[in-house]
């Protein structure tokens, strides 16, 4: 079983849409969880940590299921700016692990 | 808005030849990485650098990598003998604490032929 495992997508929606995207990870005991977002060709930016009580920024709902071990961005009221690929990074756990481990992300196309 | 800048933003170079990558990390942040991430592929961990020294590495990141912070703002990444498969955009991050929270330059792409 891969360690984080995303739905590659495409998702296309119309402006507008609420969609969600789910990523699995295969360790259980990770700790951290995180949102990247990454557009075609650039660098991932970070759009959110996932807490475990869920957590909410804007249009944006961060959500951890530990006992399912995955992980969950929903998107509300779409916009065309979107549109990119979300990337899951799960931290390894231990306090002598510092590296992120990533999906290969979701592509979201929102359509006007 | 501080960023993470890396030069050069592309490089092409012969299989074997020396390649080095540098990024100036965010001046206050005190963890430093390099990912990279193969066209169509994930983004991968290669190293992480906290208080002068690999703090981890992951398996691609053999003898043929090294990185090294020479002064107070530097961080590079030097590959001795490039390979055909090392042909990637490396990524360049930096941390304030390790919380997971990486903040990464636009990258470096580097062509091997």
């Known amino acids: 079983r891969k360690e984080v495992e995303q739905d590659p997508g495409p998702f296309n929606v119309p402006e507008g849409a609420t969609v969600a995207f789910n990523c699995t990870y295969s360790?259980?005991?990770?700790?951290?969880f995180f949102w990247y977002r990454q557009d075609c060709r650039k660098e991932p930016k970070l759009l959110m940590s996932v807490y475990s009580s869920g957590n909410e920024d804007g249009r944006f709902t961060a959500q951890l299921n530990r006992a399912s071990q995955y992980i969950s961005l929903l998107i509300r009221d779409s916009k065309l700016s979107d549109s990119a690929t979300y990337l899951c990074?799960?931290?390894?756990?231990?306090?002598?692990?510092?590296?992120?481990?990533f999906g290969k992300g979701t592509k979201l196309s929102v359509i006007p | 808005e501080p960023e993470v800048t890396q030069t050069p933003s592309h490089q092409v170079t012969q299989m074997g030849q020396e390649v080095i990558l540098r990024c100036v990390p965010i001046?206050?942040?005190?963890?430093f990485y390099w990912y990279r991430q193969i066209l169509g592929q994930k983004v991968e961990f290669l190293v992480s650098?906290?208080?002068?020294?690999?703090?981890?590495k992951s398996e691609i990141f053999d003898d043929q990598f090294s990185v090294e912070r020479p002064d107070g703002s530097n961080f590079t990444l030097k590959i001795r003998s490039t390979k055909l498969e090392d042909s990637a955009m490396y990524f360049c991050?930096?941390?304030?604490?390790?919380?997971?929270?990486?903040?990464f330059g636009e990258g470096s792409r580097l062509t091997v032929l």
């Open positions: 991050a930096s941390s304030r604490g390790f919380n997971g929270e990486l903040f």
């Open positions: 360790n259980s005991a990770s700790q951290s």
């Open positions: 650098f906290y208080n002068n020294e690999i703090s981890e």
């Open positions: 001046s206050n942040h005190l963890y």
């Open positions: 990074a799960v931290k390894a756990p231990g306090a002598g692990s510092y590296q992120l481990t």
